[in-house]
């Protein structure tokens, strides 16, 4: 199975602009620019690859937590996943931060941890952001 997507990019790093386009149609023509990777701390200038990687993220994570609770026997009302992922200009990307909150009728809170970890390394996603730190913070609610 192979999912794509391409870029297109004009003039320089600084200076110019791209968009983004995915196989699906779910990304069509999306902007972004230098200013919306590096500058724009509130983000509204764009999307950016780091913001692309934090959707992938916490989609994939929450699909595999999913998977693990229903085979426990507790499948989820809802998960909410956030990813935080940080960029150290000059590094590179240094981290992913989840931040679940479950609603998992039937479950205690040490399972629903044990899960939420045994999610965190098992969903392809993490397995190929391996060289990073991904750290989880995980509660019910």
């Known amino acids: ?6 870029a ?3 003039g320089s790093l600084t200076d110019g602009s791209g968009t983004l386009d995915a196989l699906s149609g779910a990304l069509k023509a999306l902007p972004y620019t230098y200013k919306g990777r590096f500058v724009d701390e509130s983000g509204q200038s764009g999307t950016n690859p780091e913001e692309l990687i934090a959707a992938a993220h916490s989609g994939c994570f929450a699909m595999q937590l999913a998977h693990f609770l229903a085979e426990n026997g ?3 009302t809802n998960l909410e996943v ?10 590179g ?8 909150t479950g609603s998992v009728p039937g479950i205690d809170e040490a399972t629903f941890r044990e899960l939420a970890e045994k999610a965190k390394a098992n969903c392809p996603v993490s397995k190929a952001l391996g ?8 509660m019910l609610g």
Do not use: F, Y
């Open 93 to 100: 990307i240094t981290g992913s931060a989840l931040t679940l």
């Open 82 to 91: 956030e990813a935080a992922v940080t960029l150290v200009p000059g590094t």
């Open 8 to 10: 297109n990019w004009t």
């Open 131 to 138: 060289a990073i730190d991904i750290t989880l913070e995980a």
């Open 74 to 76: 507790t499948p989820a």
């Open 1 to 6: 199975m192979k999912r794509t997507a391409t």
